[in-house]
């Protein structure tokens, strides 16, 4: 019951992204939620022994909806946290310009845009229904944002980057 309703939660949110449904926004600073958000994760950081590197940038307000605001960074770092190895590295960097979480994990099997599509996932046997990252994509293709994946096999680094517009 909780995952149909996880499921139907995120479909809804995707559903009115797309529908541009979201309108009129707040002076959001993203870096407050960073923290926050961070915090409110903190257990699943503790069961995988994983201590974040926070680097901030003090940014000038953004205007954003809220909700959208805390979804793009609560989706980012859920991943990041998700797909780590225990005890790996998880590091965030945030700019006027950008939003950068990089994390420790194994190497993908499949193209990594791929998973920015609904009900994409690199674990079929996850338990998560795979649109965290399309949530991101939407709401980055909302506010002309940029998002691009790298990957450095010498460290096993994932880096997902939100560039502002």
């Known amino acids: ?17 797309e529908n541009r449904q979201f309108s009129g926004g707040a002076a959001v600073k993203l870096e407050e939620i960073i923290r926050e958000k961070l915090t409110q994760l903190q257990d699943f950081l503790e069961a995988k022994d994983i201590v974040p590197q926070l680097t901030i940038r003090p940014a000038a307000a953004m205007i954003m909806h809220p ?9 980012l770092l859920q991943n990041a946290i998700k797909h780590n190895h225990a005890g790996g590295l998880l590091r965030v960097r945030f700019s ?28 079929v046997a ?18 002309g944002f940029r998002l691009s ?3 450095a096999p010498a460290g096993a680094l994932h880096t997902l980057r939100v560039e502002f517009a």
């Open 96 to 123: 006027p310009t950008a939003l950068e979480i990089t994390n420790t994990g194994p190497q993908l099997t499949i193209d990594p845009m791929e998973l920015l599509g609904r009900f994409r996932k690199h674990n």
């Open 149 to 151: 994946y790298t990957f």
């Open 1 to 17: 019951t909780l995952r149909l309703s996880r499921l139907h939660q995120a479909l809804t949110l995707l559903s009115k992204i």
């Open 67 to 75: 909700s959208l605001a805390e979804s793009l960074v609560g989706n």
């Open 126 to 143: 996850s338990d998560s229904p795979g649109l965290g990252l399309s949530i991101v994509q939407q709401i980055c293709t909302f506010y």
